[in-house]
């Protein structure tokens, strides 16, 4: 390990001069348990430079906005223009990666639900083949028969975590921020899968800054590289886990409309306003807690 590591520190250092002599300004090196880093400042651009030490050996990685053209003259000098083999509009994937998505982020009834899938090289091309894709061009019905199949596919190799809308409530009452919540959400589910399985990837959609996932992952995820992009769920690992969190948060609807006899509506419009006057006239204030995510604006337009 201290050999691998050593080589991390001579890399990491190599591309800090290359950089320095292109004029970057950079801070000094920080030594992390699995990585060293160093970000690369200028003015309100901001890119952050770490190379991974392991067992697998070093890897390096920018974290970053990666629609800046900062950002990619960053990338063209450290990989080189056709180096880096992981770039946003490439369709190529890892062979051996976590893919992680959620629903219900924007819907006042209902609860959030982050699932992760752990594809590799042979199951990611069975998902393709029974037409895994962004559950957001899937009809429901589709949906709730994907995702049967793609359990079949990754058995034991996919997690689903269904935070219903009272506890919902508690937790972001005490975190106060919606994409703090889901970075918790989405570490707690890459957790959960590296408690089974060793891989060292993993791909999201992009709903914040990176750290909001790697602050919360715990000792088992400390290792894990990875990856935010903009429309993530073109990558199969990702679009296999939008359909079981959309497949999870559906079943939730079925239950609850037989419980309270009512049809509750997926999103945020004049529709479920009156949906949600109906559940406060039939069953009371205090009821909402259970169905609705009490800080959405809904909530103060119904009261």
Same mark, same amino acid.
């Given at each position: 390990?201290?050999?691998?590591?050593?080589?991390?520190?001579?890399?990491?250092?190599?591309?800090?001069?290359?950089?320095?002599?292109?004029?970057?300004?950079?801070?000094?090196?920080?030594?992390?348990?699995?990585?060293?880093?160093?970000?690369?400042?200028?003015?309100?651009?901001?890119?952050?430079?770490?190379?991974?030490?392991?067992?697998?050996?070093?890897?390096?990685?920018?974290?970053?906005?990666?629609?800046?053209?900062?950002?990619?003259?960053?990338?063209?000098?450290?990989?080189?223009?056709?180096?880096?083999?992981?770039?946003?509009?490439?369709?190529?994937?890892?062979?051996?990666?976590?893919?992680?998505?959620?629903?219900?982020?924007?819907?006042?009834?209902?609860?959030?639900?982050?699932?992760?899938?752990?594809?590799?090289?042979?199951?990611?091309?069975?998902?393709?083949?029974?037409?895994? /894709?962004?559950?957001?061009?899937?009809?429901?019905?589709?949906? +709730?028969?994907?995702?049967?199949?793609? #359990? @079949? !596919? =990754? %058995?034991?190799?996919?997690?689903?975590?269904?935070?219903?809308?009272?506890?919902?409530?508690?937790?972001?009452?005490?975190?106060?921020?919606?994409?703090?919540?889901?970075?918790?959400?989405?570490?707690?589910?890459?957790?959960?899968?590296?408690?089974?399985?060793?891989?060292?990837?993993?791909?999201?959609?992009?709903?914040?800054?990176?750290?909001?996932?790697?602050?919360?992952?715990?000792?088992?995820?400390?290792?894990?590289?990875?990856?935010?992009?903009?429309?993530?769920?073109?990558?199969?690992?990702?679009?296999?886990?939008?359909?079981?969190?959309?497949?999870?948060?559906?079943?939730?609807?079925?239950?609850?409309?037989?419980?309270?006899?009512?049809?509750?509506?997926?999103?945020?419009?004049? /529709?479920?306003?009156?949906?949600?006057?109906?559940?406060?006239? +039939?069953?009371?204030?205090?009821?909402? #807690? @259970? !169905? =609705? %995510?009490?800080?959405?604006?809904?909530?103060?337009?119904?009261?």
């Amino acid at each position: 390990m201290e050999k691998i590591k050593s080589q991390a520190k001579k890399e990491i250092e190599e591309d800090i001069n290359h950089l320095a002599e292109e004029g970057f300004n950079l801070s000094s090196i920080s030594e992390n348990d699995y990585n060293y880093s160093v970000n690369i400042l200028s003015g309100k651009n901001e890119v952050k430079l770490l190379v991974y030490f392991g067992k697998k050996g070093v890897k390096k990685v920018l974290q970053g906005n990666k629609e800046t053209e900062y950002y990619h003259k960053i990338n063209d000098l450290i990989f080189g223009k056709n180096l880096f083999g992981f770039k946003e509009n490439e369709i190529d994937e890892p062979s051996n990666y976590i893919g992680t998505d959620e629903s219900g982020k924007g819907d006042f009834f209902g609860p959030l639900v982050v699932a992760g899938v752990l594809g590799d090289k042979q199951s990611l091309i069975e998902l393709k083949k029974i037409g895994v /894709k962004d559950s957001k061009e899937l009809t429901d019905s589709v949906i +709730n028969k994907l995702a049967g199949r793609i #359990k @079949n !596919l =990754v %058995k034991g190799k996919y997690e689903i975590i269904t935070i219903n809308p009272a506890k919902y409530n508690e937790l972001y009452s005490k975190i106060g921020n919606l994409n703090r919540l889901l970075g918790w959400a989405h570490a707690k589910v890459l957790e959960n899968i590296l408690e089974k399985h060793e891989v060292n990837e993993a791909i999201s959609d992009k709903f914040g800054d990176e750290k909001l996932i790697t602050t919360s992952l715990q000792k088992k995820g400390q290792e894990l590289i990875l990856h935010q992009y903009t429309k993530a769920e073109r990558y199969t690992a990702v679009a296999a886990a939008s359909i079981l969190a959309r497949a999870k948060f559906n079943s939730w609807f079925v239950i609850m409309n037989k419980k309270y006899n009512v049809q509750l509506p997926k999103g945020a419009s004049i /529709k479920v306003e009156t949906s949600a006057k109906e559940v406060i006239n +039939n069953f009371g204030r205090d009821e909402l #807690k @259970n !169905l =609705v %995510k009490l800080h959405f604006k809904t909530t103060k337009k119904i009261l």
